[in-house]
């Protein structure tokens, strides 16, 4: 049983930035990959960025170069930094655990970005 529970969503201008954070706790593995994804109204879920247990990072090709995820593995804490935001990144942001062993999936609650002037 893992929790994830995020935050740092809210409403930000074109342009700004914001930080999401994903704290995982509960009965967690040695060994897991961490992602975020995202949903926009009318559009299917979207891969944002992949991190695994030794950093090696995957970016959808929407974000590449304006987001960078990472990961501490001490706090079993992943974070999504996202910079230069445009309105077309308005989504619901959902934190993804996937277990090396198991492959197991565990999600958050999700959480709303608004890009807006």
């Known amino acids: 049983q893992v929790q994830l529970v995020e935050s740092g969503g809210g409403l930000v201008q074109p342009g700004g930035s914001l930080r999401l954070s994903c704290a995982a706790s509960?009965?967690?593995?040695?060994?897991?990959?961490m992602a975020w994804y995202r949903q926009a109204p009318g559009k299917q879920r979207e891969l944002v960025a992949i991190?695994?247990?030794?950093?090696?990072?995957t970016y959808g090709d929407s974000v590449k170069g304006r987001f960078t995820i990472s990961r501490d593995n001490a706090k079993n804490t992943v974070y999504l930094q996202m910079n230069s935001l445009k309105p077309e990144d308005t989504a619901v942001y959902y934190c993804?655990?996937?277990?090396?062993?198991?492959?197991?999936?565990?999600w958050g609650q999700g959480t709303q970005v608004t890009v807006s002037s």
């Open positions: 993804n655990m996937r277990e090396w062993a198991t492959t197991l999936d565990y």
């Open positions: 509960g009965r967690i593995s040695s060994f897991y990959v």
């Open positions: 991190v695994t247990n030794a950093g090696i990072t």
